[in-house]
């Protein structure tokens, strides 16, 4: 809901409770207050200017520090400081370190918004002389940035803005603000940059003298904003698992989860001037790190060591996504001396996923993990090469798994905030928020469309109709600009597109060579965008806009059944990440072609031997496209197929985080010779919000989840399933099992919202209202699924352990190089009968197999 009372002054702070009212018209108890404080609203607020080092600081000079000092005359009552930076920035209050944020003030749109925090310093400031300290590091305002080798993109010169208010008991306020009488030295720190690691020297003091002069910049205060969501910290500290000797020689740690931070090392017994080296990777080939993913990312960390105290060595003014690490100049490293520090936005966990099936769980482990690794600051595309930029089209796909597992919302307000800032006067929508690109005229399907679907993802997860009426602008401007594109035919045509991106038969180096028509997917998307506008506009009452969208999204629609689709339901490029598009944007006129879209997707999986056959556009859509097509068996197949490409393959081979590409380490243990290849990349594991809607059946059916829609859907082989979210009501639960022959639900409905229960039996729907609930039926798979009698080809290749007999035995024979390519070869045979697999998998014509196979399968139909 909106805020109730008078907007809050700047400094202002306030306590809010809340109390119910029940039906009967009692009141409850208060709550306990939660408190919220002002920040500096107005750029008036501010008599702090950007204050800059002269003479030092420089790009490739050690990192700068600057000073003020503050003398307090009298007990100290209220302490605030205010802070932001051209560059990274730490600031210690008397040697104390103030907040427990890391590289701050994170990344955003710099020219348009920067951020500055509020720290409650009370504890750290006492009467006489206070000490301000505050280091600068280049991070994304001065490193390099983008995998074009750009630097000091939005400035060369880092800059801090400081203000630091204190009150005494007499309540009067001292006030020390960066201004031309700061001073600046040299830190121990040497070199730092968020892809090439960070160079310490320990030699040097890390508080240096300093005692050279600032310069005040002219730097605009209008654009200061304060955060909409939490600062990135320290999340999580791993113990290293195992200290290892390379082939070469080399000592590694593994810390069994690859992660997105540094290494804190301990070290004692050295002498003066030793150099310890810290490079890391995620993976590791012929049993050394694997380094050629990170590109021209360094990711090395070194210091120069003192002397032989112990000493903790941690950077602080970079980030790596890792793995494994190298470690040098250490003899006889111990793992107990050695931690991975995980870092990342500190958002709260609001979603729980789990089932009877081991592999599946580390899947959604690692789709967990990889969201902690790219949500820093920005969502990001990889934690690790140089690149690790605010993909649009990656948060698209992904929104939905992320607004269950976490509270992202105001980590991607803030982001949409930048979208919009960045928007061009066209409508179009940089391919990466912040743009670092700067494309002329950036219009990609699926990659734009992150400007009406986070924001709708977000109203539907949160109930905040608030983000629609701050993004509804920005939302039509991106649908104006594709309308515009499409032109009187209303089909987007032509021109770039990415496309299926990394669609698994792309080669390596191409991959936007996708099978999916771009065109088809452009248009889809066009129409698709122009309903969430018009379902944002019917939200926040505009009926004008709502009806000029609804009428643009069934333009559209027709010109695509008319231009894509056929009678039978069959839609231009046969390829699977089509009728998803098409099936779940309700883009086929009639029930025929639907119908027939669906039959056609589901013997595509088939017949791709239930591997899977999307990019980042269908893998999203596939499973629920299989589930509205009545085929949610099939999709069961494609989630647990361990063979590649699949979403399991990579858990099989060890995976602890979602990779970019579906082979992005070959199965002979070789990393993808792609190009791009990371091992941290969210977008792939978007079926997640699959398994949280669908396999475990806890969906919402109302904006905020308002109403629950709870429809488990099971499939053959799990045994149990369970989801749990946080949602703005109160927690909600789905917990299901299958045993003796019943399958058992347990349901808890927050306060405020209901639930509409749907058992797998097919029963009527049941509506519910808060509370603890209990549901049973008979189990949908009571026993192994039997073939039928007179099983068709399709019936065999549905049959998983028939299946899987007949094409062992054509590999066997040699007729088929695996599984995968017997299904291929049935395309045409589906709806014949099952005998005649011989034909498709060995040919009489032309297989020497073609008795033996014959035979081998008579004997396997029985
Ligand atoms: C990124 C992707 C991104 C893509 C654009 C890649 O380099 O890592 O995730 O969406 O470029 O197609």
Known sequence: MPWPAAPIASRERVAVRVRVRDTAGGWTDWSPAAHAEGGLFDTGDWTARFVSPRGLGGADAPAPLLRGRLDVPGEVTRARLYVTSHGLHRAELNGQRVGDDELAPGWTSYPNRLRYRAYDVTGLIAEGENVLDVALGNGW??????????????????????????????????????????TAGETDVVANDNYDGQRTDLRRPARPAATDPVDVLDADLDRLVAPDGPPVRVTEVLPAVAVTTSPAGKTLIDFGQNLVGWVRLRVRGLPAGTEVTVRHAEVLEDGELGVRPLKTAKATDAYVLAGPDEVTLEPVFTFHGFRYAEISGVAELRAEDVEGVVVGTDLRRTGWFESSHDLLNRFHDNVVWSARGNFLDVPTDCPQRDERLGWTGDIQVFAPTATFLFDAAGF??????????????????????????????????????????????????????????????????????????????????????????????????????????????????????????????????????????????ARTREAFAREYVTAGGLVISDAQTVYALALEWALLP?????????????????????????????????????????????????????????????????????????????????????????????????????????????????????RLVVRPLPGPVLTSASARHLTPYGEAAVRWQRADGRFTLALRVPVGSTATVHLPDGSDAVEVGHGDHEFACADPYPKSPELPGDPTVRDVLDHAPTWAAVAAAAVELGAVADDREAAGRAVPYLDAPARELADAIAPPIISPHADTFRARLAALLG
């Open 590 to 706: 009639g029930e025929r072609e639907r119908a027939g879209a669906g039959r056609r997707l589901a013997d595509l999986v088939r017949t791709s031997g239930f591997r899977i056959s999307t990019g980042f556009v269908g893998t999203p859509l596939i499973a629920d496209a299989l589930t509205s097509a009545g085929a949610v068996d099939v999709a069961h197949r494609l989630l647990l197929q361990t063979g590649v490409p699949s979403w399991l393959y990579a858990v099989t081979m060890g995976a602890t985080t979602v990779w970019e590409r579906w082979d992005s380490m070959l199965p002979d243990g070789r990393i993808n010779p792609g190009e791009m290849t990371s091992f941290n990349h969210y977008a792939l594991g978007a079926v997640a919000d699959w398994l949280h809607r669908t396999v475990a059946g806890l969906a919402p059916g109302a904006p905020g989840y308002r």
């Open 412 to 553: 991607l307000t803030s982001w949409l905030a930048d979208l919009a800032a960045e928007q061009h006067a066209d409508g179009s929508v940089p391919f990466v928020i912040p743009d670092v690109l700067h494309t002329e005229r950036p219009a990609a399907a699926a990659w734009g469309d992150a400007a009406t679907v986070v924001p709708w993802v977000l109203y539907q997860r949160t109930g905040d109709a608030g983000i629609l009426e701050r993004q509804l602008p920005s939302m039509r401007a991106w649908v104006d600009c594709l309308a515009a594109l499409a032109g009187k035919d209303s089909l987007w045509t032509g021109g770039f597109q990415f496309g299926d991106w990394l669609d698994p038969t792309a080669p390596p180096e191409a991959p936007a060579a996708a099978k999916a028509d771009p065109d088809v997917i452009a248009t889809a998307h066009l129409a698709r965008s122009a309903e969430i506008v018009a379902s944002a506009a019917a939200v926040l009452g505009d009926r004008d806009t709502e009806r000029h969208y609804t009428d643009l999204a």
């Open 141 to 182: 305002f001065r490193g390099r940035l983008g995998f074009r080798g750009g630097r000091a993109l939005y400035g060369d010169r880092l800059a801090l803005l400081a203000q630091l208010e204190v009150t005494t008991a007499d309540g009067r306020t001292h006030v020390l603000a960066t201004d031309g009488t700061w």
